[in-house]
């Protein structure tokens, strides 16, 4: 597998690295080789075709030593994305939870499930996803808030899959479970998503045979732990994906996040602090920190 990470250094200067494997004492840094690399976008302009891309950073691989170590809290969302899109009900176990939830409206999770086509909905402007470390929102006018771990498809500028990171499609249960046409205020709101460590470049891995699992921590304790493999997913991420493109032209980096079904129990909710760690075979781990939305953070007025 080949990962690409983005990250700013102690003088919060942009750099680009590879590696084999999710580890971040490992990286090769494509900027220190190559000023021009200052990002993995422009290393995508380089070398546009991903086969292309992964002999070349397979070669500078092996022809090379040098390695750099790269504190956690210094990455960032590995490319500039332009918005983030999610699946749903693409899971037995998340048709099962949806269904539990809802009040009277059961049959259309079970429909969808089973349907040709695919539940897929905006999340979030690619300025309002979070990347590693930073933190994660939750609405004050919800009381049911989980994290919900997701494979997620990275898409470039032309519209083809490039690669796997991890997601968290942070969701109010109980706002979508009073009424399915409450789906955009459940899911779209401030820091509802986040995504990274890594992108594991298509072609180097399987993303059907993939252990997610997810811990979180309040107060320093586990409060949660489970695990679930992405064989489990009933929908690929190539025929997501041509979903997506069908009326909707991809015109910069985005994300799609290809569902979850690794779901807390019922009277789990996420609150302020909780520490949310989701890890993804070869892709690393995604950790963020839960805080409610108040008028002291991004400017928001309260109602």
Request: aromatic share 8%.
């Amino acid at each position: 597998m080949l990962n690409v990470w983005a990250w700013s250094d102690a003088d919060g200067k942009p750099h680009a690295g590879v590696s084999q494997g999710p580890q971040t004492d490992e990286i090769l840094d494509l900027t220190a080789m190559d000023p021009a690399i200052s990002s993995v976008a422009a290393l995508w302009t380089m070398h546009p075709d991903v086969s292309a891309l992964t002999a070349t950073l397979t070669r500078w691989l092996r022809d090379t030593s040098d390695r750099v170590t790269v504190p956690y809290e210094n990455l960032v969302v590995p490319v500039p994305l332009t918005e983030c899109w999610a699946a749903g009900v693409t899971y037995q176990e998340s048709r099962d939870a949806r269904r539990e939830e809802t009040q009277g409206a059961e049959q259309f999770y079970e429909k969808v499930y089973g349907a040709e086509r695919p539940e897929l909905f905006f999340k979030a402007p690619g300025p309002r996803v979070a990347g590693p470390d930073m933190e994660i929102g939750l609405r004050p006018d919800s009381q049911w808030h989980v994290p919900e771990p997701e494979l997620t498809v990275v898409i470039d500028p032309r519209g083809q899959l490039w690669g796997y990171t991890a997601g968290n499609d942070v969701s109010c249960r109980d706002i979508e479970g009073e009424n399915p046409l409450y789906l955009p205020q459940a899911k779209m709101f401030h820091r509802s998503a986040a995504v990274g460590p890594s992108i594991v470049l298509s072609g180097t891995i399987d993303p059907l045979h993939l252990e997610i699992q997810m811990t979180i921590e309040r107060h320093g304790t586990s409060v949660f732990e489970g695990h679930v493999n992405t064989s489990l997913l009933r929908r690929t991420p190539e025929e997501l994906l041509k979903y997506l493109r069908r009326a909707w032209p991809i015109d910069g980096w985005t994300a799609l996040m290809t569902g979850t079904a690794l779901v807390p129990p019922s009277e789990f909710t996420l609150t302020d602090g909780d520490r949310v760690a989701i890890t993804i075979d070869g892709i690393g781990t995604l950790r963020n920190t839960a805080r409610f939305i108040d008028p002291d953070w991004a400017a928001v007025s309260s109602v």
